[in-house]
């Protein structure tokens, strides 16, 4: 499949630069998909030997996503911003918010060329509801947004999820993580909903060293952060309940048993703005 599409682009114009691992295309195959490289392929394994439960890590948050997805249009919000989207692994988030409520409208934005080329899939939903994709980076809230608007009402209330993305932004002069998450949510309506997920090194500090070292050497950031820090990224945002927590912790079902907090790897909480 990915060799395939390597063959294709060049004729749309689409540079996916495949001798280049892309944390995307890494988590595609952590989660046993077939659209990566070589170069993707081989960063994975390295990262794999370093902290060998990333599949597992991968798996909790594919499935936080599903369950904060699926609570927060039960509780009536029917617009979701996905950042950081990634190639497709069905259910995708469009799927889940849709079977809650029919007419949910999503907007998916990525980084990541590959993913375009697969935006039918994040576009197929339901008759009454309507998906969208973004080519975009999660430092450019203004694009994003901007063209998130063509789908989504601002002037509403928007569940806005960052799922496994936020440690890729490494603290440095004139970037961090929480402008970033700021430049967001300044923008969102009260009633929205902030859903965080973020690699942590509490559980196990020195795979998590191992792990970041990786991925830098593939020329991707990754900083691992503290509870209290991946806390502070929801600023005065009431968490729900639980609070946050290991992803499998978080109102967990029977999918999440079984996966220790070692793991996954991962905090993840939610919190809804007024």
Same mark, same amino acid.
């Given at each position: 499949?990915?060799?395939? &599409?390597?063959?294709?682009?060049?004729?749309?114009?689409?540079?996916?630069?495949?001798?280049?691992?892309?944390?995307?295309?890494?988590? !595609?195959?952590?989660?046993?998909?077939?659209?990566?490289?070589?170069?993707? +392929?081989? #960063?994975?394994? $390295?990262?794999?030997?370093?902290?060998?439960?990333? +599949?597992?890590?991968?798996?909790?948050?594919?499935?936080?996503?599903?369950?904060?997805?699926?609570?927060?249009?039960?509780?009536?919000?029917?617009?979701?911003?996905? &950042?950081?989207?990634?190639?497709?692994?069905? /259910?995708?988030?469009?799927?889940?918010?849709?079977?809650?409520?029919?007419? #949910?409208?999503?907007?998916?934005?990525?980084? !990541?060329?590959?993913?375009?080329?697969?935006?039918? *899939?994040?576009?197929?939903?339901?008759?009454?509801?309507?998906?969208?994709?973004?080519?975009?980076?999660?430092?450019?809230? $203004?694009?994003?947004?901007?063209?998130? #608007?063509?789908?989504?009402?601002?002037?509403?209330? &928007?569940?806005?999820?960052?799922?496994?993305?936020?440690? %890729?932004? *490494?603290?440095?002069?004139?970037?961090?993580?929480?402008?970033?998450?700021?430049? %967001?949510?300044?923008? =969102?309506?009260?009633?929205?909903?902030?859903?965080?997920?973020?690699?942590? #090194? !509490?559980?196990? /500090?020195?795979?998590?060293?191992?792990?970041?070292?990786?991925?830098?050497?593939?020329?991707?950031?990754?900083?691992? +952060?503290? $509870?209290?820090?991946?806390?502070?990224? %929801?600023?005065?945002?009431?968490?729900?309940? /639980?609070?946050?927590?290991?992803?499998?912790?978080?109102? /967990?079902?029977?999918?999440?048993?079984?996966?220790?907090?070692?793991?996954?790897?991962?905090?993840?909480?939610?919190? $809804? =703005?007024?």
């Amino acid at each position: 499949m990915a060799d395939e &599409i390597a063959q294709q682009t060049p004729q749309i114009g689409i540079n996916l630069n495949i001798h280049q691992a892309h944390s995307a295309r890494m988590y !595609d195959y952590y989660l046993g998909g077939v659209t990566n490289f070589p170069a993707d +392929r081989e #960063a994975a394994g $390295r990262a794999l030997d370093a902290f060998p439960n990333a +599949r597992l890590a991968a798996h909790a948050n594919r499935a936080f996503m599903r369950r904060a997805t699926r609570a927060i249009a039960e509780l009536g919000i029917d617009q979701f911003l996905d &950042i950081g989207t990634g190639i497709p692994t069905s /259910p995708n988030l469009h799927e889940v918010a849709q079977g809650v409520n029919a007419g #949910a409208r999503v907007v998916y934005a990525d980084n !990541d060329p590959i993913v375009l080329t697969h935006a039918e *899939a994040l576009l197929d939903g339901t008759a009454q509801g309507r998906t969208d994709y973004v080519q975009g980076d999660v430092r450019d809230a $203004r694009t994003i947004l901007e063209a998130a #608007a063509r789908t989504l009402d601002l002037e509403r209330p &928007i569940a806005l999820s960052m799922v496994a993305v936020l440690h %890729f932004i *490494a603290d440095r002069p004139g970037q961090n993580a929480a402008d970033v998450v700021d430049a %967001f949510i300044s923008r =969102l309506a009260p009633g929205s909903y902030l859903v965080i997920s973020h690699f942590t #090194a !509490d559980f196990d /500090p020195e795979a998590t060293a191992r792990m970041e070292k990786v991925y830098r050497n593939s020329g991707t950031d990754l900083q691992a +952060r503290t $509870r209290e820090e991946v806390t502070a990224l %929801f600023q005065d945002w009431r968490l729900l309940t /639980p609070g946050v927590v290991a992803s499998p912790r978080w109102n /967990p079902d029977a999918a999440a048993a079984g996966t220790t907090d070692a793991q996954a790897g991962c905090y993840a909480g939610v919190a $809804r =703005l007024g």
